[in-house]
């Protein structure tokens, strides 16, 4: 069989469907593409729908795309309970292949996008499964080898359409053993307690002897 170079450019919203069309080989392993450059910007992104149960894999990545993830209707209450009793369990499935991108020009981004069909916005702890279930689709490979060249991020939207506004957007961070995406809520630093200045002895120190609100900069 002969497998040549594919190239190919994603910009200004130009789409991609990625889905098998008549009858593919038996052997087909899902659709890989040599080069991928995308919009220069996120403004200028391309579109890929992953409406394929098996894989893209990526050779060479630069520029920016957004990449649309379907997933199934809401889920039954029972799904649901048992989402609650296990939170890492996410409350939706998603229907596309995963993405593998095997190395990143710098500078480069991509955006994994599912809509807010059966979700429950209010739900913390749901939406954080779900968003972190759908940074899972991606694996940055060179991720493991040092290379840190790809911002990810997921989203929430209120469609599956290029112009769906914003529900939900969040970084996706990357896993070290395998460049597997993930999202992981930051940790915010709890702020530190103001000195209390009326049970200290002075020093001397004109820096630390005064207020808060008088120390020089």
């Known amino acids: 069989i002969f497998k040549g170079e594919t190239n190919l450019y994603l910009q200004n919203g130009a789409t991609w ?5 008549g ?12 080069n991928l450059t995308g919009g220069s910007d996120e403004s200028k992104a391309g579109v ?7 894989n893209i894999t990526i050779g060479n990545y630069g520029g920016f795309t957004k990449v649309f993830f379907e997933h199934e209707a809401a889920a039954s209450a029972t799904t649901m309970r048992a ?11 998603f229907k596309g292949g995963d993405i593998t991108i095997k190395k990143a020009a710098a500078g480069s981004g991509i955006t994994l996008v599912t809509d807010n069909a059966g979700l429950d916005m209010g739900d913390k702890a749901s939406v954080d499964s779900t968003l972190n279930a759908l940074a899972n689709k991606l694996y940055y490979s060179a991720y493991t080898e040092g290379e840190r060249n790809l911002a990810g991020k997921v989203e929430i939207a209120e469609g599956l359409t290029a112009s769906s506004v914003s529900v939900r957007l969040e970084d996706i961070t990357y896993k070290d053993e395998d460049g597997q995406g993930q999202y992981i809520e930051p940790v915010v630093p709890e702020p530190e307690p103001e000195k209390d200045f009326h049970n200290v002895p002075i020093t001397g120190n004109t ?3 005064a207020e808060p609100s008088q120390k020089p900069f």
């Open 17 to 21: 469907n990625n889905q098998a069309y």
């Open 83 to 93: 989402a609650a009793a296990a939170p890492a369990a996410a409350p939706v499935t």
């Open 48 to 54: 890929i729908f992953q409406k394929d149960e098996k």
């Open 23 to 34: 009858k593919t080989d038996n052997g087909f392993a899902g659709s890989k593409v040599t």
């Open 207 to 209: 820096a630390e002897d």
